[in-house]
């Protein structure tokens, strides 16, 4: 019986959680709709991007003398594919949801964060996913369209049983870890104001990240696993598709994730007590 | 009073000190954004080379035309010469065309281009100076097997060749800014010219590596001049029959991304109204 009014304050907080998600996306979509120029030119940036990468792996395994078939670090062709494709899922699911920590630092020391301090809510969740973005959503559709591509042209008649049934697993783990690595980058600014240490950490981290953590040397590639988790937003969810790693790991790896957003939060909570909005 | 013709260098001058002192002021920033910058993906490229010339063999295997101890030599060009080439974001005259505050450079005695020529040189000169700093620090670390001009005068041909490839930078981001007097928001196209002259230029892989049909296509393009070629030039791939092509190819480029400028500058001011969003 005690369970119930608790179970009923969770339902309550989801649906908060959700109408504020549910405003977020109207606002979105009513900024843009003024800026339409930059709706077009932010999709086309992004399959910019997307086209860059692709090249770049075409014609790096492309480069086998006589068609000789080159890996990297045992990932072909085939697989680098099927990894760009959750790479390319995971930034649009950034750039959809989370647009607004590129201007964490600069709204800290602007006390613009002060608002979100004192809204009934968590500041983390009012504060990124404020500005929803639907030129990202745009992406995520392409990028979707690229990994289910993919996944086809693995091989014939398409994803097995298995994958179809572990794909949603493995697109919650990027949507969550996508969530707490953000936060985590950010974190660093609540201590070392107006560095850019955020910005460059998430630069460095996702960079990492877009390529087969194999290729690094094996304490880099631990902590882009355990400590800093990147590997989260590609490695794991393909690898765990192809069947690249044991059941072990499989397991294992997503209570790894747990722990780091338990971090995570901890420590931003802390940073954010620490925080004296000086304003400048 | 002082004649245009001094007066000109003199102001140039003038900003590239005030831009100078401004840009010291943020040290952490400084060093985050000055020193880090252009260094994360060619580190990243050479462990992605590492694993790719080990599946194929490793030692001295060739693929497309490049052992793995000439990728090393490339990637340490790439650290230096990106260091070199003049930022996407190191101009803000989009931001003061949203904000409507183009207008008090409307009624200085001077052009406004004058000042953003002040800060390419401070830029220039900076870089230039950190660009040293980062070879010789590699130069340090792995001695014979970082990139070593094979001549004097091979390097300064490079130093030409990326300095006019970064003033054609510089001149492309300025008309992608004014776009903003159509556009309103620019940052997404700046990114994404960043992403083209990068990708186009060598910096993911050399061009020379790339397939036949792309290579002729980016050696007609300025990103190519600006990044593979200077390199190329110091490892002694290339000759100075290149050099004398790279610096035509770059003058014409020059000449039309300046025309660029003037007509998309005067054309934007015409429709001005000053009031900002």
Redesign the interface.
Same mark, same amino acid.
């Given at each position: 019986m005690s369970g119930a009014p608790a179970e009923r304050r969770g339902r309550g907080r989801i649906a908060w959680g959700a109408a504020v998600l549910r405003g977020y996306v109207r606002i979105g979509f009513v900024r843009k709709s003024q800026?339409r120029? %930059?709706f077009l &030119?932010?999709v !086309? $940036?992004d399959v910019?991007?997307y086209v /860059?990468f692709v090249?770049?792996f075409d014609? #790096?395994y492309? !480069?086998? +003398?006589d068609g000789?078939r #080159?890996?990297? +670090?045992g990932w072909d062709h085939a697989s680098m594919r099927v990894y760009l494709g959750f790479a390319f899922v995971a930034d649009a699911l950034a750039m959809t949801f989370l647009g607004q920590q590129w201007h964490f630092g600069a709204d800290l020391k602007n006390g613009h964060l002060d608002p979100f301090r004192v809204k009934p809510g968590p500041t983390a969740f009012l504060y990124f996913f404020q500005r929803f973005s639907p030129e990202g959503l745009t992406n995520l559709v392409i990028a979707s369209s690229w990994l289910a591509y993919a996944l086809w042209a693995m091989g014939p008649g398409g994803p097995s049983g298995a994958q179809w049934f572990l794909l949603p697993v493995a697109l919650t783990v990027v949507a969550f870890s996508q969530v707490f690595l953000t936060m985590a980058y950010n974190a660093v600014e609540l201590w070392?104001l &107006? /560095?850019? !240490?955020g910005?460059?950490a998430s $630069? #460095?981290l996702s &960079? #990492?990240g877009e390529?087969?953590l %194999?290729?690094?040397p094996r304490t880099l590639t631990r902590v882009l696993l355990f400590v800093a988790p990147v590997g989260a937003l590609a490695w794991y969810p393909s690898s765990l598709l192809l069947g690249r790693i044991d059941l072990a790991m499989a397991a294992g790896y997503p209570l790894v994730l747990v722990a780091f957003a338990w971090a995570v939060s901890r420590i931003f909570r802390r940073g954010l007590r620490n925080y004296e909005s000086a304003m400048g | 009073m002082t004649a245009l013709p001094l007066r000109v260098p003199r102001l140039i001058l003038r900003s590239a000190g005030y831009e100078m002192r401004k840009r010291i002021q943020f040290r952490t920033g400084f060093f985050v954004r000055e020193v880090l910058f252009g260094t994360v993906e060619p580190l990243i490229m050479l462990f992605v080379y590492g694993a790719l010339y080990a599946s194929a063999g490793g030692g001295d295997v060739v693929l497309g035309g490049w052992t793995f101890d000439e990728i090393l030599r490339y990637v340490a060009g790439l650290l230096v010469v990106r260091k070199l080439i003049f930022h996407n974001r190191g101009i803000e005259l989009s931001t003061e065309i949203f904000e409507g505050r183009v207008t008090k450079y409307l009624v200085m005695p001077l052009r406004y281009f004058t000042l953003l020529q002040g800060r390419f040189l401070q830029y220039t000169l900076l870089q230039v100076v950190i660009a040293g700093l980062v070879w010789a620090a590699g130069y340090g670390l792995v001695g014979d097997r970082w990139l070593v001009p094979v001549s004097p005068t091979a390097a300064c041909q490079a130093l030409v060749l990326v300095l006019m490839g970064s003033y054609c930078c510089f001149l492309l981001y300025f008309v992608i800014n004014a776009l903003a007097f159509w556009l309103d928001v620019v940052w997404s196209l700046l990114v994404m010219s960043w992403f083209l002259v990068n990708f186009t230029g060598g910096g993911a892989v050399p061009v020379s590596q790339m397939p036949e049909g792309l290579q002729r296509i980016f050696c007609a393009l300025f990103p190519y001049w600006t990044i593979t070629a200077p390199i190329e030039l110091v490892m002694g791939r290339l000759e100075t029959a290149d050099f004398q092509r790279g610096v035509v190819v770059l003058a014409l480029w020059l000449l039309a991304l300046e025309c660029l400028r003037r007509l998309v500058w005067q054309r934007g001011l015409a429709r001005y109204v000053g009031a900002g969003m």
């Open positions: 800026f120029w %930059e &030119n932010q !086309l $940036m910019c991007f /860059s090249l770049t014609i #790096l492309g !480069l086998g +003398a000789a #080159l890996t990297l +670090a070392v &107006n /560095s850019d !240490l910005h460059i $630069m #460095l &960079n #990492l390529r087969p %194999e290729v690094y | -």
